[in-house]
């Protein structure tokens, strides 16, 4: 089955410390993105990357690191730089019309 | 500024006609307009999208006005299971605005 798969579900993490969420996607897409939830709002652009090896700041890039070593793969580090980081975070991955296809978010929490 | 304008909420009956409206009176010549739907708790599902005719797949039709400043996205019979929040983006932007919250009345 072809699709995104975003782990963990549900993330737990204290006060400044930093986590990585994973995003995978085997649909052969070129373009990924990150973006950011928070209740009741409209997702908001954290990063996004066109092709390997690069990638862009989105609207709300501080306090988050990205890389793109991989096509298959685009992980997210949200750093204890990020001021308000619990929220639901869903990755994505685009066609070249940007039909966009999203994984199932992660919903991290930090106490 | 690229964003696009939704009712904030909007409600129909089981298997009646549901049009949804979006304002995008900034949109540029080559940008595409893209419609979603979002669960609670999901991920966004891509719906449909279009450029300057009108559109229909499986999921539902989208009309786009001659001058491209707004569409419409019409789900032919909502069911109980259309019940979600609708967003309608420009491709190019990805700015993603409140959306509408259809609800299905049984």
């Known amino acids: 089955d072809g699709g995104i798969t975003q782990s963990p579900k549900y993330l737990f993490r204290k006060e400044g410390q930093n986590v990585t969420l994973s995003c995978e996607q085997n649909l052969n897409h070129d373009a990924m993105y990150w973006y950011r939830q928070d209740p009741g709002q409209g997702l908001r652009l954290i990063y996004y990357s066109q092709i390997v090896n690069d990638f862009q700041k989105g609207d709300i890039a501080e306090g988050y690191s990205v890389s793109r070593e991989k096509k298959e793969s685009f992980p997210l580090t949200v750093t204890s730089a990020q001021k308000n980081p619990t929220a639901f975070y869903l990755c994505?991955?685009?066609?070249?019309?940007?039909?966009?296809?999203f994984g199932p978010g992660t919903r991290l929490t930090v106490l | 500024d690229a964003k696009t304008t939704q009712p904030n909420s909007m409600e129909s009956n089981e298997e009646e006609p549901v049009h949804l409206p979006c304002n995008h009176s900034?949109?540029?010549?080559?940008?595409?307009i893209h419609w979603y739907r979002q669960l609670p708790s999901q991920g966004p599902e891509y719906v449909i999208h279009?450029?300057?005719?009108?559109v229909n797949n499986r999921m539902a039709s989208l009309a786009i006005a001659e001058d491209r400043k707004s569409s419409t996205l019409i789900l032919h019979r909502a069911t109980l299971r259309d019940a979600a929040v609708y967003y309608c983006?420009?491709?190019?932007?990805?700015?993603w605005g409140l959306g509408t919250s259809l609800a299905v009345n049984p």
């Open positions: 900034t949109i540029s010549g080559t940008d595409y």
């Open positions: 994505a991955s685009s066609t070249r019309a940007n039909e966009q296809f």
């Open positions: 983006i420009q491709s190019r932007k990805l700015i």
């Open positions: 279009g450029l300057t005719s009108n």
